[in-house]
DNA sequence: AGATAATAATGAGCTAGCTAACAATAAACA
DNA sequence: TGTTTATTGTTAGCTAGCTCATTATTATCT
C-alpha cells in the first residue's frame, strides 16, 4: 500500500484542491459578475467562437444539462448569445458578442495571474510532470467509469 | 508563461479529476447508499470517534453548514449518532454506532480498491511527489485566499 | 413514404459546495 | 452580577455537478 490508510487518499487531496480553486477565482471573479465555471465556458469560446452547446459540455467534460444551465445565466447577462443553426433545427451556436470582448480580455489578465500566484515555487518541469501525472490518473479513471458499463470479470 | 494560454490551466485541469474522482467513487458507494462526501466523513470519524461537528468540517477544510448537512443525511441511515455534550450544551458529538462498523469495513475495502485504481502506472517516488506539489499548490492558495481580507499593496 | 433509431437541448430533482443571517449557549469582562 | 463578545450549530438561498426522463428534430432503413 503506497499511501497508508492514515492518509486520506490522494483522490481527497485532489478533491481539497479543487474546492480551494474554486473559492479562489469565484472570490476573484465576483467583481465581474461570474463564477470560475461559467468562465471556463467562455475560456472555450474564446479559443473557438459559434460551438453548439454539445461541443462545449464535450469540452470541458461536463454533462450537457450543466453546460446548459451556464449558458442560461452567461446570456441573462450578455456574456453570450445562442444563435439558430438553419441547417439543423435541433442546435445552437454560442456565440460571444462583440460588446463583450473587452469585459472578456479584462477577466483574463484576473485568471492569468491566479494561476501564476497557484503555481508559486514550482519549476517548469515540475509543472509538466505534474500535468502528465494528472493525465495518467484521468485515464486510469475514464477507464474505470468505462468498465462499469460491462462485466468486469 | 509557463503553461500557455492555449491551455485550460492547471486549476481546471485539477478541477476535472477531481470530479471524474467524485464520479467514479459515487458510482462505487451507490450500492451501499452513500456518496463520495459521506464517506469523507465517515473516514475522519474511522480515525477518531466522538469529535464534535466543527472539527469534522474544519478536518475536511469544508464549511459548518456543509458538514452538518452531510450528518443529517448520514444519521438518517444510521451510520453516524449524535451524542448530546453535558458539559457544552451546544455542541453534538459525533459516534459511529456499532452496528455499522462492519457495513464500514466493506466500504473502506472499495475505497482502498478505487485508490488503487486511479494510481495505476503511478512509481511510489511519483505518488509522494505528486502529493508534496499538490501541498504546495494548496499552500498557495490558502494564502492567496487569506490576503483577500487586507490590504495586497 | 413511413416506422424506427439517434441526437440536441431542456426540465425535474438530487447532492454538495458556498455565503449570510440567525438562535442558543458559553466565555469574558466591566 | 449583568452586559458584551465569541462560538456551535442551523436555516435559507445561491451555483454547479449529476442522473433520468421528455421534446423536437434529424438520420436511417425497410
Redesign the interface.
Known amino acids: 500500500?503506497?499511501?497508508d490508510?492514515?492518509d486520506?487518499?490522494?483522490?481527497?487531496?485532489?478533491?481539497?484542491?479543487?474546492?480551494?480553486?474554486?473559492?479562489?477565482?469565484d472570490?476573484r471573479l465576483q467583481p465581474f459578475g461570474l463564477t470560475?465555471a461559467q468562465w471556463?465556458v467562455l475560456?472555450v469560446l474564446v479559443?473557438r467562437d459559434g460551438r453548439t452547446q454539445s461541443e462545449i459540455a464535450e469540452e470541458l467534460?461536463?454533462e450537457k444539462p450543466t453546460a446548459g444551465r451556464l449558458l442560461d445565466h452567461l446570456e441573462q447577462l450578455a456574456w453570450i448569445e445562442r444563435r439558430p443553426t438553419p441547417a439543423d433545427r435541433r442546435v445552437w451556436r454560442v456565440h460571444i458578442p462583440t460588446a463583450a470582448r473587452p469585459r472578456i480580455a479584462a477577466v483574463?489578465d484576473v485568471?492569468?495571474d491566479?494561476?501564476h500566484?497557484?503555481?508559486?515555487?514550482?519549476s517548469?518541469d515540475?509543472?509538466h510532470?505534474?500535468?502528465r501525472?494528472?493525465?495518467?490518473?484521468?485515464t486510469?479513471?475514464?477507464a474505470?467509469?468505462g468498465e462499469?458499463a460491462g462485466d468486469p470479470g
Not at 486520506?8 to 477565482?25: D, N, S, V, W
Not at 500566484?117 to 514550482?122: A, D, I, N, P, W
Not at 501525472?133 to 484521468?138: E, P, V, W
Open positions: 500500500m503506497i499511501i490508510d492514515n486520506k487518499g490522494l483522490g481527497f487531496l485532489i478533491a481539497e484542491t479543487a474546492r480551494l480553486h474554486r473559492k479562489l477565482l472570490r470560475r471556463a475560456a479559443r467534460e461536463i483574463a485568471v492569468r491566479t494561476r500566484v497557484m503555481v508559486q515555487g514550482l517548469a515540475q509543472q510532470l505534474l500535468v501525472q494528472l493525465g495518467a490518473i484521468k486510469n479513471m475514464v474505470a467509469l462499469a
